[in-house]
């Protein structure tokens, strides 16, 4: 995901922007629900008891509405997960923020079905077009995110200096979707804590003597 922090309101913003904010918030949680796919005009005027021409004033099309969700979802997470995590301190804090509060918004339902970009990830990843470019954009951006925490860690003098940035933020990220995989699919309850012990037990093991302790929850 970015990670660039949205300036703070300089006032109160226009009706109009307020609304479509509201839509695509519902429209985010119908989509982690249902599949980006599922996700229409029709459908989401259905949810939202709105008329059809009222939701193209926002929306031209259906593509239109899947990328403006998209991106909705994208600042989700980034509020959720992004900044609380960056305003912890660099090396160890911060790159366990970022894991732990990856798992935290699925125990939290901050998308109501689940992690949006996993599901969306599974649905559009052997397909082509601008909405899978926009998710396969936003996962990248999640793994250099990842990457660059690591590197702070190596910096800081957390985390052994030998330790491979992209192959460790990869293996966090796979541990972290499969966790939420094996919750939806396979039912199992226990799913994101055995992901977070395996995370932090993965870290813990690159760890230097200056490494920080782990601030529980």
Known sequence: MAVSVPAKSQGPRPKGVRTRESVLRVAVDLASVE???GLTIGRLADELKMSKSGLFAHFGSKED?????????????????VQPALAQPEGFPRLWGLCNGWLSHVEEHVFKGGCFFTAASLEFDGRTGPVRDAIAHAMKKWLSLLARAVEGAKQAKHIKKSVDAEQLSFEIYSLAMGANWALHLLDD????QKARVNILQRILALATPSCPPVKRR
Do not use: P, S, V
Request: proline fraction near 0%; charge should be negative.
């Open 35 to 37: 599949g980006l796919d």
């Open 65 to 81: 509405l899947q990328l403006a969700t998209i991106e909705m979802a994208r600042q989700i997470f980034t509020e959720h997960i």
């Open 189 to 192: 309850k226990t799913a994101l």
